[in-house]
């Protein structure tokens, strides 16, 4: 199994930035795909961001479109969301997943492996 393990969040203002870091552990060759999800209170969890390794290839939620970025070091065995002009609507949770599959999916039912979130919090 590969464990996530998220970090990077915290309390910025509206418009600023963050990047979000998932550090991947374990059965990391086995993973093909990796995803951000945030879950704010009473909501369920959304997908934010996604990508795909070899091809390489990344989908965004329109809400974030523009204003996020994933990426990936696979020497560092990390994936990043760099969030950049944030609003108080994106205040949540935010998970990082992975997948053994290699194709993106928006469903949290197809990853296989979820780090313990970290909070994200953004003041208007």
């Known amino acids: 199994q590969v464990q996530l393990v998220e970090s990077g969040g915290g309390l910025v203002q509206a418009g600023e930035s963050l990047r979000l870091s998932c550090a991947a552990s374990?059965?990391?060759?086995?993973?093909?795909?990796a995803a951000w999800f945030r879950q704010a209170p009473g909501k369920e969890r959304e997908f934010v961001a996604g990508?795909?390794?070899?091809?390489?290839?990344?989908y965004y939620a329109n809400s974030v479109k523009g204003r996020f970025t994933i990426s990936r070091d696979n020497a560092k065995n990390t994936v990043y969301l760099q969030m950049d002009s944030l609003k108080p609507e994106d205040t949540a949770v935010y998970y990082c997943?992975?997948?053994?599959?290699?194709?993106?999916?928006?469903?949290?039912?197809?990853?296989?492996?979820w780090g313990q979130g970290t909070q994200v919090t953004v003041s208007s």
């Open positions: 997943a992975a997948a053994t599959s290699g194709r993106l999916s928006t469903d949290t039912t197809w990853y296989d492996s």
């Open positions: 374990g059965q990391t060759f086995s993973t093909s795909t």
């Open positions: 990508i795909k390794w070899s091809p390489s290839s990344t």
